[in-house]
């Protein structure tokens, strides 16, 4: 078995996350699922932020901000989908959060499929 980067901490947060899709299921909105995610990650005594603001920056002009659903243990960016099918657009926007908070670690977690998906994102250098 190979070792990642915060592979206990990523083990944790899709725990959390499995509990909630298994009490939940698929087909609510994606805030329902952060809230839930957010009471499952304080259970399991997980110190974490939501939807911290992000400015981001073009040719040293701020031209918006971001917001990453969670930043756990100020080390895991985790966002959250609730869509049928993650497409390539949603790994692109987790790998861009990752750039944005400076973090390498991201976890992108979809509670919409009838199983929970969850892809770990890694910000290359």
Do not use: W
């Not at 930043?71 to 657009?89: F, G, H, N, R």
């Not at 400076?102 to 199983?115: D, M, S």
């Amino acid at each position: 078995m190979e070792n990642y980067l915060h592979q206990d901490l990523t083990r944790k947060i899709i725990g959390c996350a499995m509990q909630v899709h298994s009490a939940l299921g698929n087909g609510f909105q994606e805030v329902i699922y952060q809230r839930s995610l957010a009471i499952e990650l304080k259970a399991t005594g997980l110190n974490f932020d939501r939807e911290i603001s992000m400015p981001i920056f073009y040719r040293n002009y701020e031209v918006g901000t971001r917001r990453a659903d969670f930043l756990v243990e100020d080390t895991i960016i985790v966002e959250l989908k609730a869509v049928l099918q993650l497409e390539k657009v949603h790994l692109a926007q987790g790998l861009n959060y990752l750039t944005a908070y400076n973090k390498e670690i991201g976890l992108l977690l979809n509670f919409g499929a009838t199983k929970l998906e969850f892809k770990r994102l890694h910000r290359k250098r």
